[in-house]
């Protein structure tokens, strides 16, 4: 994602992109699902702002399923569950593996009331917590998906829960993420 106002503060060199081609790269190979969307994609920071929106404002839990390698969005995801005195726990092996990875790599640094599935979370905490889950593009074993259908072993949707899709539907998936019956932002 080109962000020219990144959350991490280390902006992309595009100059540096240019000096390549001068010097005789002739082929970048880059990573686009909506390049067809014309425009710009939000900024995280846009996308942050929204967040600390839903976060000071849900009195319940607060379920957000996101691609398990953004760690920019896990971060302020993280970073806005300690603002708000939320507990996070962690739902799906690839989240859980990569959150681990990017603390063991200084990416991110990991919260205080940082939980995964095994360990669980205290009912005391249950009610301010956010689960993070993988599912975003509506995956048959997800997370996501095994919450929404009620097939999740420790996780179920409650009245008063606010659930998020934080990202847009990649082409050829609408049919799968629409079977979710969630709400997306």
Not at 105 to 122: A, D
Not at 136 to 151: F, H, K
Request: aromatic residues 2%; proline residues 3%; negative net charge.
């Amino acid at each position: 994602k080109v962000d020219y106002t990144p959350i991490d503060g280390k902006i992309m060199d595009l100059g540096r992109l240019g000096e390549l081609g001068r010097e005789g790269v002739l082929l970048l190979l880059a990573d686009s699902t909506n390049v067809e969307v014309e425009g710009h994609s939000r900024p995280e920071r846009e996308v942050r702002d929204t967040l600390r929106e839903i976060f000071t404002e849900a009195e319940g839990r607060i379920f957000i399923a996101l691609f398990s390698s953004h760690i920019d969005r896990v971060r302020i995801v993280l970073e806005l569950a300690g603002e708000t005195g939320r507990s996070v726990l962690v739902s799906g092996r690839s989240l859980a593996s990569n959150i681990e990875k990017a603390v063991n790599l200084g990416l991110l640094e990991k919260p205080e009331r940082l939980y995964t599935e095994q360990e669980g979370i205290s009912e005391a905490e249950a009610s301010r917590t956010v689960i993070l889950a993988t599912g975003t593009q509506g995956e048959p074993l997800s997370a996501m998906t095994r919450i929404a259908n009620g097939e999740h072993r420790q996780l179920a949707l409650h009245e008063g829960d606010t659930v998020i899709m934080s990202s847009r539907v990649i082409p050829g998936n609408a049919r799968a993420v629409s079977r979710l019956s969630l709400i997306h932002i």
